[in-house]
C-alpha cells in the first residue's frame, strides 16, 4: 500500500497501528527524497499536524525510523535524516557524552549471563587501569531492543567493588550501567573514553548474537568512564555483529577553529 501523506484519512483505513503507518508515510517521504540525507525532518507539533496523531505515537514512529538506520534525533536539534532506505544494522551517531548511551533508549532490561567478584591480576590491572590486587566486580550481558529477539549486543562490564550493590538491578533497568552509579551511589559520568577495534565473533558470542557462523565480523568497544577527579567508575568491553551495527561520530569545531579537546 502506496500511503499518501497528504491524506491521513488512510490512518483509519488500515489494520496496521497507527504509528506504524505513520512511519511507512515517513519512509515513503524520505525515499522519494521529499526530506533528502543530511536534512532536518519537520518538527514534532508539525508532523502531528500532519498526520492528525499525537505525540506519543509520532515518536513511536521516529523510533522505528531510528532503530533501522534512517533517522538521528537530538534534543534541542531535531530529527536528522541519515539514509534514504532502512538498514538492518542499528546506525548509533555520537556527537557528545550524552549519545554515547543513546541505544539503552530503546533497549530491553539486559539478560544477565554471569556476575562475580573477583582480585585483579598484572592483565586485569592494565586492561582496568587499576592496580593489581583491587577487588572488582565482573557482569556478563547480552541486549536486545524492543520487539527483536536477537541481542544487539554482548556485553562485560567491570565496577570496583564500592559499587556492587547495582548487581541487582542490572537485569531490572533498561537504563545502562551509568546511571546506576548515579543514581544510586551519586556518580555521575563526566568523560568516557572509546576504543573500536574490528575483529571476529567466537563461537559463544555469535551463537548468543544470532550470527549464522563462528567467526562472523564484529566491532568491538571498550569504553572507560570516569568521574570526578577522574576516578575510574566502569569498564565495558562490547561486540557487535558487523551486519547489524554501524558508528557514525560527529565533530565539531569550537569558536577558535579549533576542534574540542578529547581524552588521548
Given at each position: ?5 497528504s ?5 483509519g ?5 497507527r504509528?506504524a503507518?505513520v ?5 515513503e ?6 526530506y533528502?540525507v543530511g ?7 508539525d508532523?502531528?499536524?500532519q ?6 505515537t509520532?515518536r513511536?514512529?521516529?523510533r522505528?525510523?531510528?532503530?533501522h ?9 531535531g530529527?536528522?535524516v ?8 542499528y546506525?548509533?551517531?555520537?556527537n ?8 539503552a533508549?530503546?533497549s ?8 562475580e567478584e573477583f582480585?585483579?591480576?598484572p592483565?586485569?590491572?592494565?586492561f582496568?587501569?587499576?592496580?593489581p ?11 536486545a ?6 541481542p544487539i549486543l554482548?556485553?562485560?562490564?567491570w565496577?570496583p567493588?564500592?559499587?556492587?550493590g547495582?548487581a ?8 545502562p550501567?551509568y546511571?546506576l552509579?548515579e543514581?544510586?551511589y551519586?556518580?555521575p559520568?563526566l ?5 573500536f577495534?574490528?575483529?571476529?565473533l567466537?563461537?559463544r558470542?555469535?551463537r ?5 557462523r ?11 568512564y570516569y568521574?570526578?577527579?577522574?576516578r ?5 568491553q562490547s ?11 560527529g565533530l565539531?569545531?569550537d569558536?577558535s577553529?579549533?576542534e574540542a579537546?578529547?581524552?588521548g
Open positions: 500500500m502506496t500511503v499518501d501523506p491524506n491521513t484519512a488512510f490512518l483505513a488500515s489494520p496496521l497501528p504509528h503507518l512511519a511507512r508515510a515517513l519512509l517521504q524520505i525515499g522519494a527524497e521529499r533528502r536534512e532536518l525532518l519537520p518538527t514534532e507539533a508532523l502531528c499536524r498526520f492528525g496523531v499525537s505525540r506519543t509520532l513511536e514512529a521516529v522505528w525510523l531510528r532503530t538506520g534512517m533517522v538521528s534525533a537530538r534534543a534541542g536539534v530529527t536528522r541519515l539514509a534514504r532506505e532502512p538498514n538492518v544494522r546506525v548509533h551517531a555520537i557528545s557524552i550524552a549519545d554515547v548511551f543513546q541505544y533508549k530503546d530491553r532490561a539486559p539478560v544477565v549471563l554471569a556476575s582480585d585483579t591480576g592483565r586485569d590491572a592494565e582496568l587501569r587499576c592496580p590486587g583491587q577487588r572488582w566486580l565482573r557482569i556478563e550481558l547480552t541486549r531492543f524492543r520487539g527483536d529477539d536477537t554482548h556485553a562485560v562490564a565496577v567493588q564500592a559499587y556492587q547495582i541487582r538491578l542490572v537485569p531490572l533497568r533498561s537504563s550501567i546511571k552509579l543514581s544510586e551519586q556518580e559520568v568523560g568516557v573514553d572509546q576504543e577495534k574490528a575483529t571476529r567466537n563461537a558470542i555469535g548468543l548474537l544470532g550470527a549464522a563462528a567467526g562472523a565480523p564484529a566491532l568491538c568497544v571498550v569504553r572507560h568521574g570526578r577527579g577522574e575510574l567508575l566502569l569498564v565495558t561486540h557487535y555483529r558487523a551486519d547489524r551495527y554501524s558508528y557514525r561520530i565539531r569545531f569558536a577553529g579549533t579537546a578529547t581524552r
